[in-house]
Structures are given as structure tokens and as C-alpha cells.
């Protein structure tokens, strides 16, 4: 094992040099493991990362490091779930800079809003921004379409003297629904639809979508050109990728009509087109044709402004500040839940070993890495950690990573990937108990909703299969069920169940392992 790790040690500053020296903190471990994903929910609030990114003078504003003139110039679209909050705080910023907006947001936010007592991420009554509400169900519809064309009207109606601030955040695909014409709404949809039905995957998904939209792939750029485009992106998507966060629209995408028909002639899709669809497949793209070279190319300025990584950085800081020795594995978790029970379970082990780990553990991690999407690197560094943390008595380790895993669905009951997750991994903590409780897991949604349910994933621990058995629940029904919802609402009266309520943002999920201290002895 060691000779593996010597490998890929880290540098001095991510292995934490220097025995640490736990905070004291009377609070549970339960407890802390909920201050800790409230910290993550908190960083990336829609308000808080506008406040965060944008530094406003007197007659300019500040963006990644660009400066941007103000002359009562800026006008401002967004389309998301959080977006609603993130326009609120720009016009706060910007006063009456701000000439005009329309945001498109998810229906009936506004009123859950209100009743969440969430008035400060509400525009205020003589707001210069319109608000459209639609998407109902998380699906395009007309309301969301007259939304788009409103925010194309004012995209195309600028000038080279004026500045366009784009917000975006998760949900914006559905809330920016403007076919190209003749298709309509209906008819992109069951395109799309069955091409996802066939097996189709993310990346062909987006191509197509982009190639029959014409807002998506950079066409909201193009039609504000020549004036200047600043996206502000709370990104719920695993690495960040620009051009798939709501499909991209201020990114340039090339899109090439005979790779799209291959992709649809691959899935057998080609004949049943509609008529609207393979005319608009056969023209020229239009996108960017007036665009002679790069010099005269949109003005762009795309800025990641809230991330699963920021949610992790903040949440290292409390878990911090609680006692823990705070360890970052990867904000890029996927694949199905059970292979990343598995690798936290595995880790758990690797990390409360009294003796040093078999060789055998960390082959068996680094084997099953590429199915949860962590690189070779960030678990051998982990692991380097920690090693470390064991040997030198370093006091308790959070362990915290981020991502959004699958489920497959085998059945049709009441859950949603955290609470499974927390439910695999409570089974392979069975019989690892340490004082004073733990190894603890922690699986939440930053949205605050894990699948139908009210809540945003679960808490467990080892005890959690002896816990079951005492009140009689039943373990391998509930995973064939995908019943993990009901497990947790009957399990201690739903004392396991994580419910913060209406969080305002999402930037996927935050997995957490709170490990206590193990006191060895090196001979």
C-alpha cells in the first residue's frame, strides 16, 4: 500500500502538514454533519454568489477580473430555477444602470417563495425586470416558450453600446424553449423524447437539441451581437461544462446538420421525422454566418459563479470550524449508487484501520474509481491523507465529495438517489461502530428535494441494519422497491430523514463521511 501511495503523494499543502488539533465541539455527530451541508447550501444561495462575483463602482462593474462600463446600459434575461434570486441581487447591485429584463423561472415560485418567508429573493414592485413563470413539471410548455421569445425580442433589439448580463442556472433547458421554424414546441420535444427513449446519450442529446433550437448552442449570444454578453452560470452539471449547463446558449457551438442525421439515422428516427424538422436539418446553419472572422466574433464572457465545488470549499470550512479534519475527495461523483456505496464503504475501512490497510483495499478503490467517475489521483491522494491521519492521531476526518449518482429503478416505491445512497452505504458501515457514534454518512441534494419527496436525502450509520431488524423493517424489500422513502419516514420515527426545506438553488449533491479518531499504537 505504501508503495503505491508514495506514487501520487501530495504536495505539503493538501497533506495537511503538522498533527491536527480538533476543534472542541459538543454537539453531535448527527448534529454537525447538518451544519456542515447547511454551510454547502448556504455558498451557493442565488444572491450570494451574484454579491460574490460582481464588484460594482461607481461607474463600471468588476466580472472575473473584466471591467464593464455602466451608462444606464445593462440589460439583463435569465432562465432557471435559481435565476429568480440571482436577478433580484443584480438589481440591487446595479440601481437604475439597469434599463430592462425578463427572466424565465419555474411555475408558481414566486408564491413558494413568499410562503418560505424568502421575501429577499423577490424583485421588488417596481422592479424594471418582467417575471414569466412556466416549465410546469420541469417541462417545456407554452408559457416557457413566450418566455424565450420575449428574451429573444430583447436580445435582438441591442446595440454595440450595450452590455447584456445572462443568468443561469439549473432548469434553464426547459425554461428557454424556442424552436427553430416551422417546428413546433411538441414536435422537438417528441424528437428528443424518443431519441432519449432509444438510448441516446447526454452529449447526442444536446446536439440534436441544439441544432432544432434557436436560442440553445450560442444563438442568444448571436442575436445580441454586437452588443456585450456576461453569463453569470450556477452550474448543477458534474464538471462544469459550459455548452451542456441549459444547452449552452452563450457558447459558441458549431453545429453540423450531418453528424445531427447520423445521430438520428443511428437510432432509426431518421424516416419518422417530421417534415418541419428535416427541413430545418437540411439548411445552412444560420448561427454565427454574419460573423465574418474571430476578430468580429460576440463579445463573451462566460463566469461559473456557483459549483459543487464552492458548495464543498464552504462546507470543508464548517466542518472545520466543528472539529474535523476536513478532506475534499472529488465534486464529480456518478455512476450507480451501488458501486459508490461500495467506494465509501471501502474507505471507511481503509480510513479505521487499527493496523495498516491490506494492499488489496486500495486495489479494490482504485479499481472501482472509473465507475463513480473519481480519478486514480484525488483517491490516492485521499488515501495519502487518510494513511496520515491515522498513524499520527490527526482527530476526527470529514470526508466530503459531491456529484450526482444514478439509481436504476427496479421498482415503484418512495425514494430518490440520496436516500438510497445513504441506505447502501449505511449497509456497508454494518458492524464499523466507533465512539462516540460513527462512522456517520451523509447524502442531501442541494435543492433540498430527492426525487417526490419532501426530503433531501438521509442520514446513517453502522447501527443502521441492527436498527432495521429491531423494528422489524424489511432491508432487501425496500431496495428492490426503490422504497428508500418510506424506509426512512418509518425508521426512528424519520429521525435519519435530512429535510432543510426549500433551499433556492442546486448544485447537485454533497456526500459526507464523519469518521472518528482511531487510537493506534506505532511500534
Known amino acids: 500500500m505504501a508503495r503505491v501511495l508514495s506514487l501520487f503523494r501530495p504536495q505539503p499543502t493538501l497533506a495537511l502538514v503538522g498533527r491536527w488539533k480538533p476543534a472542541f465541539c459538543k454537539m453531535s455527530m448527527d448534529s ?49 430555477k435559481a435565476v429568480l434570486g440571482m436577478a433580484a441581487e443584480v438589481e440591487r447591485i446595479m440601481g437604475d444602470h439597469l434599463v430592462r429584463g425578463i427572466i424565465s423561472v419555474p411555475h408558481g415560485i414566486q408564491k413558494t417563495l413568499q410562503q418560505h418567508g424568502k421575501s429577499h429573493l423577490l424583485l421588488k414592485e417596481n422592479s424594471r425586470i418582467k417575471v414569466m413563470e412556466g416549465a410546469k413539471h420541469n417541462l417545456p410548455d407554452d408559457d416557457a416558450q413566450r418566455a ?93 461544462p459550459l455548452d451542456l449547463i441549459a444547452s449552452g446558449p452563450t457558447v459558441r457551438s458549431e453545429v453540423c446538420p450531418k453528424e445531427v442525421l447520423s445521430i438520428l439515422e443511428h437510432y432509426r428516427l431518421l424516416d419518422s421525422l417530421p417534415t418541419s424538422v428535416k427541413d430545418v436539418l437540411v439548411r445552412e446553419n444560420p448561427r ?51 458501486s459508490v456505496s461500495k467506494l465509501y464503504g471501502l474507505l471507511v475501512r481503509f480510513a479505521s484501520s487499527r ?5 488489496e483495499l486500495a486495489a479494490e478503490m482504485l479499481k472501482l474509481g472509473p465507475d463513480v467517475g473519481m480519478e486514480t489521483w484525488d483517491l490516492c491522494r485521499t488515501m495519502q491523507v487518510l494513511d496520515e491521519g491515522r498513524k499520527e492521531g490527526w482527530g476526527a476526518t470529514c470526508l466530503l465529495a459531491g456529484g450526482e449518482p444514478t439509481v ?39 435543492d433540498g428535494q430527492d426525487g ?57 449533491d454533497v456526500h459526507m463521511l464523519l469518521i472518528p479518531s482511531i487510537l493506534i499504537t506505532i511500534s
Open 452 to 508: 417526490p419527496t419532501e426530503a433531501a436525502g438521509a442520514i446513517t450509520d453502522g447501527g443502521l441494519y441492527d436498527e432495521a431488524r429491531t423494528q422489524g423493517l424489511d432491508l432487501e424489500n425496500v431496495l428492490s422497491n426503490n422504497d428508500s422513502f418510506t424506509f426512512f419516514s418509518h425508521l426512528s420515527a424519520g429521525k435519519h430523514l435530512l429535510v432543510p426545506g426549500l433551499t433556492c438553488t442546486n448544485v447537485m
Open 288 to 338: 454565427w454566418k454574419d460573423i465574418r472572422d474571430e476578430s468580429d466574433a460576440p463579445d463573451l464572457l462566460n463566469v461559473v459563479i456557483g459549483s459543487n465545488t464552492v458548495a464543498l470549499k464552504y462546507a470543508s470550512r464548517r466542518a472545520r470550524e466543528l472539529g474535523f479534519r476536513p478532506v475534499v475527495l472529488s465534486p464529480g461523483v456518478c455512476g450507480d449508487v451501488r
Open 148 to 240: 424565450a421569445e420575449g428574451i429573444k425580442q430583447l436580445a435582438s433589439e441591442l446595440t454595440e453600446n450595450d452590455l447584456l448580463l445572462v443568468l443561469i442556472s439549473g432548469g434553464g433547458s426547459a425554461l428557454l424553449p424556442a424552436p427553430i421554424p416551422p417546428i413546433s414546441l411538441q414536435e422537438k420535444f417528441d424528437v428528443t423524447r424518443r431519441l432519449s427513449a432509444a438510448g441516446a446519450t447526454i452529449q447526442e442529446l444536446n446536439k440534436v437539441r441544439r441544432s432544432l433550437s434557436l436560442l440553445k448552442g450560442g444563438g442568444l449570444a448571436h442575436l445580441a451581437y454586437p452588443a456585450q454578453v456576461v453569463a453569470l452560470i450556477l452550474s448543477d452539471v458534474i464538471g462544469d
Open 32 to 80: 454537525r454533519a447538518r451544519e456542515v451541508f447547511a454551510a454547502a447550501v448556504e455558498a451557493v444561495q442565488p444572491d450570494t454568489v451574484v454579491r460574490q462575483s460582481v464588484e460594482r463602482n461607481e461607474d463600471s462593474i468588476t466580472i472575473d477580473g473584466q471591467r464593464f462600463m455602466l451608462k444606464h446600459n445593462l440589460h439583463l434575461v435569465g432562465f432557471g
Open 355 to 359: 493496523e495498516e490497510p491490506p494492499p
Open 408 to 446: 436504476e429503478l427496479t421498482g415503484k416505491g418512495r425514494g430518490g438517489r440520496n436516500q438510497e445512497l445513504a441506505l447502501r452505504v449505511g449497509l456497508e458501515l454494518k458492524g464499523l461502530e466507533l465512539p462516540p457514534k460513527g462512522p456517520l454518512f451523509l447524502s442531501g441534494g442541494t
